[in-house]
């Protein structure tokens, strides 16, 4: 069998996987969702014809958008997840035994009950007691809970269709009020190589709301560019001050104490995206 699929992931670029099977496709009410094994990566969530995650590289987002915050919050009790329907970063989470409460909160159920029966290796915490599964829309469900959250991962789609308002300073504004008064959140933010406008929109967004405001970076190699970016915004603590020797160790296969500092390194041309615009205090070299 010589199948592929391709993503268009610029006007100008694409990535081929070779496939084996197409396990699942269904159109949701939301958008079209479709399951592949591929030969590379193994099974792979694709939606609106985008990957959204694969068995093979999942591990390097899903723990990179959670214990960078994790474990920069001193006692994060409740956290929501706003998308991330396969699971993952619940996963990661619940690693977290100081977690009380995760809440997962995604617009389209259908991505939940495709990755319960596709990919269990990813969303096999979401039986799990501590987890609270709410089908809704994340930007309303934010709006609606004020000071309800240590912690808030936005771990969304592509800025386009039904996530793009998960980028917007309105929204960030309602993620603020959503947050406890020494709350924290995280979001994906794209590739500095194809999405460089978008970063530093946010960044200036995030940075005019929150006292603290942070980008680090990660490998995830079915992403476009394969560097992706992450946006910390915070209302008192500062991941660079976190100190990194104490943390315990959770098992994790990209992130690790050293890897929480060094994220947020910044090659030239990622730091020029921010210009003056970090926030919080100086950034450490
Ligand atoms: N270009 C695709 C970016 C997708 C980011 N979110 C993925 C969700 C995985 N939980």
Redesign the pocket.
């Known amino acids: 069998m010589n199948s592929w699929f391709t993503?268009l992931?610029t006007p100008d670029m694409a990535l081929s996987c070779r496939t084996k099977k197409v396990l699942h496709h269904e159109k949701t009410p939301f958008q079209e969702l479709t399951v592949y094994e591929t030969v590379q990566f193994g099974r792979m969530?694709v939606l609106d014809d985008?990957?959204?995650?694969t068995v093979r590289d999942?591990f390097v987002?899903?723990e990179m958008?959670t214990h960078v915050g994790l474990n920069t919050h001193p006692q994060p009790r409740r956290v929501l997840v706003v998308?991330?329907?396969?699971?993952?970063?619940i996963r990661e989470i619940l690693r977290h035994p100081r977690v009380e409460r995760a809440a997962l909160v995604e617009i389209d159920g259908r991505v939940i009950e495709a990755a319960k029966q596709f990919l269990p290796e990813?969303s096999c915490g979401l039986d799990d007691p501590r987890v609270e599964i709410i089908i809704d829309d994340g930007i309303k469900h934010v709006r609606e809970h004020r000071g309800a959250y240590e912690m808030i991962v936005i771990?969304?789609?592509?800025p386009v269709g039904p996530a793009e308002g998960l980028f917007s300073a309105a929204f960030y504004r309602d993620v603020f009020y959503a947050l406890t008064e020494d709350g924290l959140f995280v979001a994906?933010t794209?590739?500095p190589f194809f999405n460089g406008e978008l970063i530093t929109r946010v960044f200036q967004d995030v940075a005019g709301i929150f006292p603290v405001a942070r980008l680090y970076l990660a490998c995830?190699p079915?992403?476009?560019g394969g560097l992706?970016t992450f946006t910390m915004g915070s209302k008192k603590y500062d991941p660079l001050e976190v100190e990194v020797e104490k943390l315990p160790d959770l098992g994790t296969r990209y992130y690790s104490p050293a890897v929480h500092k060094s994220a947020f390194v910044l090659p030239p041309f990622v730091a020029e995206l921010l210009k003056e615009k970090q926030g919080g205090k100086p950034e450490r070299a």
Request: glycine residues 16%; proline residues 3%; without cysteine.
């Open positions: 993503e992931q969530l985008v990957i959204q995650t999942e987002y899903h958008i998308g991330g329907g396969d699971g993952g970063s990813i771990d969304s789609t592509d994906q794209e590739s995830v079915t992403y476009p992706w």
